[in-house]
């Protein structure tokens, strides 16, 4: 892949031939635009510049105008005041030097890679005698080639979003837009996707690109943030959280629930910034490291609480976003859900709410799940994480009881027999993947629907329905068509659907993809609550910043089991050690190091490289002497703590990598 | 309890059947249109016929020849020419649906031997057209030449034309076409309707993906099943009241039977309809599947019902088929009913096979669906 890269012809600036003198003036030029639909405004007023070759983050929660922004800048819609200027031309007229790819597939299933490759090129007019130049070239890229004939309907997530990139790059663009092209991808196709994004950049092709996920907006070389059709804050990663002034203190303690009503008070009194449980551990924003250590040992010293350890880490971007937010007080309500009687917990026989033993599930010769054992109590988060294709939803729909085993055993709250009977399913909750509501009907219907067939008695129904309006802060809106409901708020409601009749086990399949970061948040809010009021929950994520919320998670390989603890015990576990280098040239350092050692041990973020090293005694001073003999400069050297993404990363790797 | 998870279902069901439009008015303006277009369209008398003429003798006899033609609104003069050549070429081009020739030897022929000849040219491409063209113009001539004989001899010879058939039309003494195409119009609608609007209603669930969710509920799949069956079947009988409010009103059709009977075995009707389309909906995996398999299946059951063309004038094998056809027993009821005032004691063994066609598609479609759901 670095040769390739390295033979690319793409035009180098002395090349470029437009009319105005085009190294003057930023890539893209954005001043002071607006769009209006009707009454609503999507844009109001945005100023932006990005620079050649720059790879440039937009993230905002739903609604924000980030995909506005992009209709725009991809000449695709008109502003209704201000202008955006690519390239020093109007937006509509530079779209010949535009890559975009929507949120939609712009791919055609039925036809193959090629020609899928084939037919975009024809539409940009790329001269024949380069069409199998630059498919062979994009091909390889994206590790493709092998699959040439295959049909694009066939592809796994991210080999669509790649071949869909391979589309937009075939007619050379010098600008790519890309509107959440991670969205629906796996964690390892998702980061191999950043890694060729940051190889493009590395060729002067500028990108702009919208994510919902802020561990991927790290790897920006700057980001905005879009919020109610404005940029509230713009910068590299680091100066944001720089900006932020607050520290994030990671405290462990076997009691979160008490630790964190607990620290409450101060978030209330203003010592603290912001207090939040996550999965194992929670997590507090202060101004100060030490002066907010002290403040929360004082105060849980009072509590009469103890804690293990308190460890000041860096704030994330997600801190700064979600701060921001709180700040412009768009903060989803959360209500205590309405229980029946009010506040009864689940008081099982048994604390193992679902077991299971040696699961086997085999689709003709694929075997999807293999001896898969599972324990999960009552009270807990568990996650199940893996890539696409590693298994997961087969599991959750064998322990749902829509798929058949194979072989093996399984007890659903105590139950062995038949794990189809309407009592069994009165007692569970599930939400699938998408679409769990019924588009044509408005969301009061749905939600009268839901709670009809769980036979919720009429009073507590209205006053369920009252709830779940409250917390989606869908009031006064219940007469919408559930079609018309932007994809988060879709899943709101549908989360609330699902639990109405308060299930003692509930399943969530991927629950918050296309969530935003404050509905995410709140999303975790609820299932905590949940948790806490006894109910066993199953999720399964590919997002590895919310795997961090559950109590313990397990990842799947190829249908097995290959980890499995609490966020932390995983990220101990993991062997090696991950460095981050501050080189002086980025891509260059990047392909130098992937050729020594295996290619998902070297990633880009940001200006940053990051790589992990298994015995780092031995292997740092090669990583020093093997760029130093490229001449390219080593600036810094800086261990880091794992995070979930790298360890799971690394247990996927060692596992024997993902499925195709 | 389950009466509850049923009411709830049915409440869905019904809001969202009520709330896709197209369906709503695929089910219930739609068939009226078609039924007053078919019910004209399909229409197999013929007149108004374009003629064209090339008179070569232009004299009086050959004008009263051409006036015979014209004279009961079967043909129309489209036009004279006065080439053969240019004759042959409107028929060519379908400019006229006949050519008549009269040579200029006509009335001098006819004067001196007492025979003569005329052409004609029919455009043949509507076989079932211009084969009645033929009968009229075969028909017109023979009265022309008894007009011509008795003119010309003497009353004395006696000349009588042997055999007059006294010919009656029962039941549709007008023999008015639309009489025999509005109840297979009717027929085909209903089968149209019932097994796509079904087929489709049923495989939603499964198209945008609330299959799952639904069976993750404590609701039996009996439940769903009748949810699924009730509130289409009633819309659908709505679709085939509106369908005999425009048999009597626009095409006057007689209503003779009982009304009861005709309502209980139209949704006898319905309901098979409606379990074919269920079945369809279990095989198939999205909505434009299950459309393509519905009309595949529907097209057969229309055509070799007897709804556009009569069973009885089928070969042999298409005979024995039909028997096999829901359709077919429903349109003998059908117009056994409308027209002719019939009842059970009459059809009695097409009521049995239709309440056996019935039991039979429900209790299949049933197995398919619930086996689909577990």
């Known amino acids: 892949m670095p040769q390739i890269l390295a033979h690319a012809s793409f035009p180098e600036k002395a090349d470029r031939t437009l009319s105005t003198p085009v190294q003057e003036i930023a890539t893209i030029a954005i001043r002071k635009l607006y769009k209006h639909y009707g009454t609503t405004s999507a844009l109001r007023g945005i100023d932006l510049e990005v620079q050649q070759g720059e790879l440039f983050g937009l993230i905002g929660p739903d609604g924000a105008g980030k995909t506005t922004a992009f209709n725009i800048l991809g000449g695709v819609m008109e502003a209704t005041a201000g202008n955006a200027l690519i390239l020093g031309l109007p937006a509509r007229d530079a779209r010949n030097y535009i890559g975009y790819l929507t949120q939609q597939f712009s791919l055609y299933p039925d036809l193959s890679v090629e020609e899928n490759i084939n037919y975009s090129a024809g539409l940009r007019l790329v001269p024949e005698d380069q069409i199998e130049a630059r498919r062979t070239k994009y091909l390889t890229l994206m590790q493709l080639d092998r699959f040439r004939d295959r049909l694009a309907g066939r592809l796994s997530g991210g080999m669509r979003q790649k071949l869909a990139l391979c589309c937009a790059l075939i007619s050379e663009p010098r600008v790519l837009l890309l509107d959440e092209p991670t969205t629906g991808v796996d964690t390892i196709a998702r980061r191999e996707f950043w890694d060729i994004l940051a190889s493009l950049t590395a060729q002067d092709i500028t990108i702009v690109v919208a994510t919902p996920d802020l561990d991927e907006a790290e790897r920006c070389d700057r980001v905005a943030l879009m919020y109610d059709g404005q940029i509230q804050q713009i910068g590299t990663p680091a100066q944001l959280k720089a900006d932020l002034g607050l520290q994030r203190l990671v405290i462990r303690t076997s009691a979160l629930f008490k630790t964190e009503q607990a620290l409450l008070t101060l978030v209330q009194t203003g010592e603290l910034a912001d207090v939040s449980t996550l999965g194992d551990r929670i997590e507090v924003l202060t101004p100060d490291a030490q002066l907010g250590k002290k403040q929360v040992r004082d105060r849980l010293a009072q509590a009469d609480l103890d804690c293990d350890r308190i460890q000041p880490e860096v704030a994330t971007l997600e801190n700064v976003f979600t701060t921001l937010l709180r700040r412009q007080g768009s903060v989803p309500q959360s209500l205590p859900f309405p229980r029946s009687p009010p506040e009864s917990a689940i008081t099982p026989a048994s604390t193992i709410a679902i077991a299971a033993r040696d699961l086997n599930r085999h689709f003709g010769n694929f075997h999807a799940v293999v001896d898969l054992n599972l324990d999960i109590h009552y009270g807990e988060v568990y996650g199940l994480l893996g890539a696409n294709g590693a298994g997961k939803t087969t599991t959750i729909k064998m322990l749902c009881g829509l798929l058949p085993i194979s072989s093996g055993t399984m007890a659903i709250a105590g139950e062995t027999g038949d794990l189809r009977s309407p009592a069994l399913r009165q007692r569970m909750g599930y939400m699938s993947q998408k679409f769990t509501l019924y588009d044509d009907l408005t969301i009061l219907e749905n939600l009268q629907f839901y709670s009809g067939v769980y036979g919720i008695p009429p009073r507590q129904q209205r006053e369920k329905i009252r709830w779940v309006l409250a917390i989606c802060g869908l009031e006064g809106q219940e007469h919408l068509l559930t079609r018309q409901l932007p994809g988060g708020w879709k899943q709101r409601v549908a989360f609330g659907a699902s639990v109405m009749h308060e299930p003692e086990i509930l399943f969530l399949d991927e629950p918050t993809s296309g969530v935003d970061v404050l509905a995410r948040q709140q999303f975790w809010q609820l299932i905590n609550d949940f948790a806490r009021n006894g109910t066993a929950i199953l999720v399964t994520t590919h997002y590895m910043n919310e795997a961090e919320q559950c109590n313990r998670m397990c990842f799947m390989v190829a249908g097995r089991k290959v980890a499995e603890g609490s966020a932390s015990e995983i990220k101990a576990a993991q062997p090696g050690q991950l460095f981050e280098l501050r080189v002086a040239q980025l891509q260059a350092s990047y392909d130098r190091l992937r050729q020594h050692w295996e290619p998902w041990r070297v990633s880009i973020f940001g200006d940053r490289l990051h790589i992990v090293l298994d015995h780092s005694n031995q292997e740092l001073p090669q990583v020093e002497s093997l760029l130093q003999s490229a001449n390219l400069p080593l600036l810094d050297t800086q261990s880091l703590p794992f995070s979930l993404e790298d360890a799971f990363i690394g247990e996927v790797q060692r596992a024997g990598g993902a499925p195709p | ?374």
């Not at chain 2, 003798?57 to 050549?85: H, P, W």
């Not at chain 2, 006509?106 to 076989?127: K, R, W």
């Not at chain 2, 024995?320 to 359709?327: C, D, V």
């Open chain 2, 1 to 374: 309890m389950l009466n509850r998870r049923l009411f709830a279902l049915l409440i869905k069901e019904t809001t969202e059947l009520l709330r896709n439009r197209q369906l709503v008015i695929f089910l219930t303006i739609s068939p009226v249109i078609s039924m007053v277009i078919f019910g004209y369209v399909l229409n197999s008398n013929v007149s108004h016929l374009r003629l064209g003429i090339l008179d070569q003798n232009q004299v009086a006899i050959s004008r009263e020849l051409i006036d015979a033609f014209t004279a009961n609104q079967v043909f129309l003069v489209d036009g004279y020419t006065y080439k053969q050549q240019d004759l042959t070429n409107q028929v060519k081009r379908g400019k006229v649906d006949a050519g008549l020739i009269i040579p200029s030897t006509f009335s001098q022929d006819l004067m001196q031997t007492g025979t003569s000849e005329i052409a004609v040219e029919i455009d043949g491409i509507n076989a079932y057209s211009s084969g009645l063209a033929k009968g009229y113009i075969a028909q017109i001539i023979t009265q022309f030449n008894l007009d011509l004989l008795l003119q010309n001899q003497p009353i004395s010879t006696g000349l009588e034309i042997p055999i007059q058939s006294q010919i009656t039309f029962r039941y549709n003494p007008g023999t008015l076409d639309s009489w025999f195409f509005v109840p297979g119009v009717i027929g085909t609608i209903i089968t149209l309707s019932a097994i796509l609007a079904a087929a489709v209603e049923a495989v939603r669930e499964k198209d945008q993906g609330t299959l799952e969710q639904l069976l993750m509920t404590p609701v039996a799949s009996t439940a769903i099943l009748i949810s699924k069956i009730v509130p289409i079947s009633g819309l659908l009988t709505v679709t085939l009241l509106m369908c005999l409010v425009v048999a009597y009103g626009v095409f006057q059709l007689p209503f003779r039977g009982n009304l009861l009977l005709l309502l209980i075995f139209s949704i006898l009707y319905i309901q098979i309809g409606v379990a074919l389309g269920l079945a369809i909906s279990a095989f198939s995996k999205n909505k434009l599947q299950t459309i393509l398999v519905g009309i595949f299946i529907t097209i057969p059951i229309i055509l070799l019902g007897g709804a556009v063309t009569s069973v009885s004038s089928m070969p042999l094998l298409f005979r024995w088929i039909a028997q096999i056809n829901p359709l077919y027993h429903y349109l003998v009821i059908l117009r056994g009913i409308l027209l002719k005032g019939t009842g059970l004691e009459v059809w009695w063994l097409h009521a049995i096979a239709m309440i056996g066609f019935a039991t039979l598609t429900l209790l299949v479609s049933a197995h398919r669906y619930r086996k689909q759901l577990s």
